[in-house]
């Protein structure tokens, strides 16, 4: 393509190839990766605002060390399987999207959803020892993280439900299967979140 073809070319009067490649797939790749970015950074910012408040309320003299309830451990072992499921559906997407796609999904909702459960149990077991939201700032803090978290994950499994149903559709299977992959990045994300809340509770 000469020089002036370039300059005087409108894109937006038709989809054709660009670099090789269909230039609606780009847009559509490229614009669902940048919505997801975006989502993930309002995210990030809440998070980071609520770890700044816990820490600071930490140094006050009335805080008092939450009991660190054993099962967090397994729960946390759980969501790390459900992320490599994930892993393993999107690397499986760029090949097939029948069967042995599906399946990693849905091992990687169960898992998910075992840890949302784990994390009630938590929450119930601190409860019945006691460890009540307006007792301490600590266990306030507690259950705000774990309840926001745990939100975002079931906000996932509902959006996985629905990609599940488009896989089952001729017309949208394509872009399904591209989307695993942006839903296996949102887990990888929400993995990472939890492991540095874990962390800072513990350590708190």
């Known amino acids: 393509m000469s020089f002036l073809s370039k300059v005087t070319a409108k894109p937006w009067e038709h989809a054709g190839e660009m670099e090789g490649l269909h230039g609606e797939l780009v ?3 490229s614009a669902g990766r940048t919505g997801l ?3 993930l950074a309002v995210i990030s910012s809440m998070f980071l605002l609520f770890i700044i408040s816990y820490y600071t ?3 006050f003299p009335d805080w008092e060390v939450l009991a660190d309830p054993g099962i967090l451990w397994f729960n946390t072992a759980m969501l790390i399987l459900a992320s490599i499921a994930l892993q393993i559906a999107s690397n499986t997407a760029r090949r097939d999207a029948g069967a042995s796609l599906r399946n990693p999904m849905l091992v990687g909702g169960v898992l998910t959803l075992v840890f949302v459960a784990g994390q009630w149990m ?3 077991q601190l409860v019945a020892a006691g460890f009540y939201a307006r007792g301490n700032p600590a266990n306030a803090f507690f259950y ?3 309840g926001l978290h745990a939100l975002h994950l079931l906000g996932g499994l509902w959006f996985m439900i ?3 149903f488009r896989l089952n559709q001729p017309g949208r299977k394509e872009k399904a299967r591209q989307t695993v992959t942006l839903c296996a990045t ?3 994300y929400l993995l990472l979140v939890w492991l540095v809340l874990f962390t800072l509770l513990l350590r708190t």
């Open 27 to 29: 847009i559509t790749r």
């Open 37 to 39: 970015l975006m989502f």
């Open 57 to 59: 309320r930490s140094r």
């Open 122 to 124: 938590a929450c119930e």
């Open 144 to 146: 705000l993280f774990t």
């Open 162 to 164: 629905l990609l599940g």
């Open 186 to 188: 949102y887990w990888h």
